[in-house]
């Protein structure tokens, strides 16, 4: 199976800009979860996207959004970019649980965003 | 605030040697628990996933689960330089939730 993948990998934007993100998860997962890495703060989560549906959500501003379409693949948009915005944002997604897979949750390689 | 603390490292095992990496939780709700390995520069790499009190070994890796202390271990045996990076505890609350709260990893280094 193929894994996680996540486009584009690299992407510089200067402050003010709005930026989306793209992420398919594994075949057959129809959960995708992202997450916002940075030295300071680490793998903190933003949300989670489940058959179309945003299940969670963590605490971020409402700058960051995201959505999922049909096909399990999800996009998250942040808008009016700032410094601070500048990070590594991972994708992640998980299948359906079984007996001793609760949870697992697939990382994707990344997109680096950088805001000058 | 749910917390997940490691010790941040760096930790200096010699090869061949056992490396422990440990991982305390706060939420005593908490349901699953996974190791993450993220080598530099690139994304986590699912390692081990542990959700009942025990043990649960896969090849030189070992979970460890204990959640009347709210405590989880990995042992790596046999290190080897390639397992040098950092590990990332990961919990996650109820059964069905995605969200992860991790912790801020542990830097290993594997010394020849």
């Known amino acids: 199976k193929a894994g996680v993948t996540q486009t584009p990998r690299y992407l510089i934007k200067t402050r003010g800009q709005q930026v989306t993100l793209s992420c398919s998860p594994i075949?057959?997962?129809?959960?995708v979860s992202w997450y916002q890495q940075t030295p300071g703060q680490g793998l903190q989560f933003l949300f989670e996207y489940f058959s179309e549906t945003q299940r969670n959500k963590g605490n971020f501003p409402g700058r960051f959004s995201g959505r999922q379409f049909s096909n399990s693949r999800s996009e998250m948009n942040v808008s009016t970019l700032e410094l601070g915005d500048s990070a590594l944002y991972l994708c992640?997604?998980?299948?359906?649980?079984?007996?001793?897979?609760?949870?697992?949750?697939?990382f994707g390689p990344g997109t680096r965003l950088t805001v000058l | 605030q749910k917390e997940v603390e490691q010790n941040s490292g760096p930790l200096s095992v010699p090869e061949g040697a056992i490396a422990s990496l440990n991982c305390t939780y706060s939420?005593?709700?908490?349901?699953?628990f996974f190791w993450y390995r993220q080598y530099s520069g690139k994304s986590p790499e699912l390692i081990m996933s542990?959700?009942?009190?025990g043990d649960k070994e896969d090849g030189r890796f070992t979970a460890q689960l204990n959640k009347a202390s709210q405590y989880v271990s990995l042992l790596i045996r046999d290190s080897q330089p390639s397992d040098s990076a950092t590990y990332l505890c990961?919990?996650?609350?109820?059964?069905?939730?995605?969200?992860?709260?991790f912790g801020t990893g542990t830097r290993l280094t594997i010394i020849p």
């Open positions: 990961a919990v996650n609350d109820l059964l069905g939730n995605e969200k992860l709260t």
């Open positions: 542990i959700y009942s009190n």
């Open positions: 075949s057959g997962h129809r959960s």
């Open positions: 939420d005593r709700g908490s349901q699953s």
């Open positions: 992640a997604s998980s299948g359906e649980p079984g007996p001793h897979s609760y949870n697992e949750q697939f």
